[in-house]
């Protein structure tokens, strides 16, 4: 089981931006597709992009051309730079190792206008 935490949430106003942070431990991470996803108030949780372990990339289309997810498999850390936020961005944010049980406690995003 791979632990995950997230950081770097916090309250923004719009057309801000931020970068969330997912550090994993355990040694599949390199080898791992990893995701990022979000559950608004009241919303099913939704996905909002993903990294293969080449490096491979897919967006949800109301993110893309504003937000941007990397990794750093020495750090063993995922990103999500989100620029031009907007309301609808506010949610809890949650990475995830794909195809497992392994999620991360979520952080919260909040983008005021």
């Known amino acids: 089981q791979v632990q995950l935490v997230e950081s770097g949430g916090g309250l923004v106003q719009t057309g801000g931006s931020l970068r969330l942070s997912c550090a994993a431990s355990g040694s599949i991470f390199s080898i791992a597709a990893m995701g990022w996803y979000r559950q608004a108030p009241g919303k099913q949780r939704e996905l909002v992009a993903i990294?293969?372990?080449?490096?491979?990339?897919n967006y949800a289309d109301s993110v893309k051309g504003r937000f941007t997810i990397s990794r750093d498999n020495a750090k063993n850390t995922v990103y999500l730079q989100m620029n031009s936020l907007n309301a609808e961005d506010t949610a809890v944010y949650y990475c995830?190792?794909?195809?497992?049980?392994?999620w991360g406690q979520g952080t919260q995003v909040t983008v005021s206008s």
């Open positions: 995830h190792v794909l195809q497992s049980s392994s």
């Open positions: 990294i293969t372990s080449g490096g491979g990339t």
